[in-house]
């Protein structure tokens, strides 16, 4: 079984910056693709950054050069740098953590409340 649990989060003023964190553990035997994804009240979820074994990286285009995620395998973590926060980037925030133990892992995070408000 995998559980991945995810840190960080809170309240920050437009223009604050925030760092979240997802950690997988359990019987994992390897990742290969890790990401953020967001869902704000009444709306679809949507990406917000992912990052594959090879070090390929997307980024949602509202979040593109104010946003960087970044892993460490031997952890088995990945992490969310929010710089420039924006009032638009309220949202739950959830990890997504694939691989193998050795079955097919596609895990989520419990979610994680990020307010940006003044």
């Known amino acids: 079984q995998v559980h991945v649990v995810q840190s960080g989060g809170g309240l920050v003023q437009p223009g604050g910056s925030l760092r979240l964190s997802c950690a997988a553990s359990?019987?994992?035997?390897?990742?290969?693709?890790m990401g953020w994804y967001r869902q704000a009240p009444g709306k679809q979820r949507e990406l917000v950054a992912n990052?594959?074994?090879?070090?390929?990286?997307n980024y949602g285009d509202s979040v593109k050069g104010r946003f960087t995620i970044s892993t460490d395998y031997a952890k088995n973590t990945v992490y969310l740098q929010m710089n420039s926060l924006k009032p638009e980037d309220t949202a739950v925030y959830y990890c997504?953590?694939?691989?193998?133990?050795?079955?097919?892992?596609?895990?989520w995070g419990q979610g994680t409340q990020v307010t940006v408000s003044s």
């Open positions: 990052v594959n074994k090879a070090g390929a990286i």
């Open positions: 359990g019987s994992i035997f390897s990742i290969y693709f």
């Open positions: 997504n953590v694939r691989g193998y133990s050795p079955g097919l892992i596609d895990s």
